[in-house]
């Protein structure tokens, strides 16, 4: 017999919630996308430890104060670390399975994270040199999808003691 | 129970939209706090309060570590709640002797967000969240209570917006300010009845922060330390219905326990973000006539959302500070319709 209607336990409830926001990037950020917009990577530097942040968010975690040199970086870099991706997500367009991985690009002094694509998995490692393949240049938006991922290029590996040190 | 002083206070200029990011904002409040408090980083503790449900921004309140500097690894906590809970984290931690000073600070970016909606997310998730009052409609049944408790009249609302907004011509970091007539106010149309715009507070992006030292440590860098004489806070029912909105009992047993009536007060810095809440306020704090309220404008004409409470601790140590108040008493408030209520009473030397 099933339980009389007012003895039985409301379960759940339906209380649907969605919030908007008009998100601003800041002005750092806004600098960095503005770049991405024109193709270009801006990162910038630390005035008193002189790192260089990217994607930068006008300031630098370590000594508390404001960056406000810009750099432009170069949109090739190495490989500092990565994992392969196996498991399908709605949200992200590249092919299954995949390599992410972190990204030290020419000139900057933290990771970057992005997607390795155009070489067999089991050859993506740590040092491996890769380049930014960007959407064509029409498509070209202040988005981070701008850069669709990066790729090998033929060029040595960089040995893992260069690396360490932004790991 | 040990001293503690406010040693330094800073705020940002407060503005309607700021397109800075949270540490853009809030590093330069920071830099100019401790540049005042004579105190070299890294503090003994820091703590702040902050809520990324204003900006949609997950773990906003994480990265606005920046601003402080975080490295090499501090002590550091955070509270979904104004900036003055922070104070009173960090005064309990330095009265645990853990801490001789400490940085407090808090930033709210409220502009991304529908503000009124926003906050109707801290309800009761199952019988009242779902019906998403918003947060002035909520003010404005507390208002009506309120004027049907004591027999004042929308009159009275409106000259406190007016006293407020005149006040605030003296505060460069107010968003709102300057000289308006109780007749033309009340000509206007309402929001939510009995509130009009003039009642509520404006929607704006700011920080704050404040160093606080204990004794010594006080007196060695500050020639002025302005002391935390008392210090409460008291909470009432998540349930608006069981609560009686036309009074605020935690802020008269906190009013008590922090010994607001232990001496005159000269100045109070109310956090009433609504004109009828600086009422009831001053009725549960007991203020006299005489007692000069809210000299900054108080939040009616600046209320960053998590400092706005802060602020009014700061403005009140300022007025210490600068010599023009003997003794004054700060209030923050938090939740709707004053649901929670800290009280600090700060005196000079």
């Excluded at chain 1, 336990?9 to 919630?17: L, Q």
């Excluded at chain 1, 040199?69 to 992200?92: C, H, M, W, Y």
């Excluded at chain 2, 009761?124 to 947060?135: F, I, K, R, T």
């Amino acid at each position: 017999m099933s339980e009389p209607e007012e003895t039985k336990p409301v379960k759940s409830i339906k209380a649907p919630m969605r919030l908007e926001y008009q998100y601003t990037a800041g002005q750092a950020t806004s600098r960095y996308l503005r770049g991405i917009g024109q193709g270009r990577i801006l990162g910038q530097r630390c005035p008193s430890c002189r790192k260089v942040y990217v994607p930068p968010r006008g300031s630098c975690p370590r000594c508390a104060v404001a960056t406000t040199e810009e750099v432009q970086l170069s949109d090739k870099g190495t490989v500092t670390t990565f994992a392969i991706v196996r498991v399908p997500s709605e949200n992200i367009s590249v092919p299954l399975p995949f390599a992410s991985v972190h990204i030290l690009l020419d000139g900057a002094d933290i990771p970057f994270f992005s997607v390795v694509q155009g070489c067999p998995l089991e050859q993506v490692r740590i040092g491996m040199r890769v380049r930014a393949e960007w959407v064509p240049r029409e498509d070209l938006a202040p988005t981070a999808t701008s850069i669709r991922w990066f790729v090998p290029i033929d060029e040595p590996d960089v040995p893992f003691e260069k690396l360490e040190a932004a790991l | 129970m040990r001293e503690v002083a406010v040693v330094s206070f800073a705020q940002s200029r407060h503005v309607r939209r700021d397109t800075r990011n949270e540490v853009e904002i809030l590093m330069p409040v920071v830099h100019e706090v401790v540049e005042r408090s004579g105190i070299e980083r890294p503090f003994d503790f820091t703590c702040s309060g902050s809520t990324d449900f204003l900006q949609g921004q997950p773990f906003a309140f994480v990265m606005a570590l920046d601003a402080a500097g975080a490295w090499p690894p501090i002590s550091e906590s955070h509270v979904e709640m104004d900036g003055a809970w922070a104070l009173y984290e960090a005064w309990v931690k330095i009265q645990t002797g853990q801490a001789d000073h400490a940085l407090v600070y808090s930033f709210g970016k409220s502009s991304p967000g529908d503000l009124p909606e926003v906050l109707s997310r801290q309800l009761d998730p199952y019988v009242l969240a779902p019906l998403w009052p918003d947060a002035v409609s909520l003010a404005a049944l507390q208002a009506r209570a309120w004027l049907e408790a004591s027999g004042h009249s929308e009159r009275e609302l409106a000259e406190v917006a007016v006293r407020s907004r005149q006040s605030a011509k003296a505060n460069p970091n107010a968003l709102l300010s300057g000289d308006l007539e109780v007749a033309k106010l009340l000509a206007e149309p309402y929001l939510a009845a009995p509130l009009r715009r003039h009642d509520c507070p404006p929607i704006c992006d700011g920080a704050a922060a404040l160093v606080l030292a204990a004794g010594d440590v006080a007196r060695r860098v500050s020639r002025r330390p302005v002391w935390i004489r008392g210090i409460d806070h008291r909470v009432e029912a998540h349930s608006l219905g069981a609560r009686n909105l036309a009074e605020s009992p935690s802020t008269r047993l906190a009013g008590e326990r922090a010994g607001v009536g232990r001496g005159r007060v000269d100045v109070a810095e109310l956090h009433a973000p609504f004109t009828h809440q600086e009422w009831i306020l001053r009725e549960a704090l007991g203020l006299e006539a005489g007692v000069d309220v809210n000299p900054s404008g108080g939040a009616l004409c600046a209320n960053p959302m998590m400092a706005a409470g802060l602020i009014r601790i700061g403005e009140a140590a300022r007025r210490i500070a600068e010599g023009t108040a003997r003794r004054a008493v700060a209030h923050a408030t938090s939740g709707p319709c004053l649901q929670q209520n800290l009280v600090c009473v700060l005196e000079g030397e």
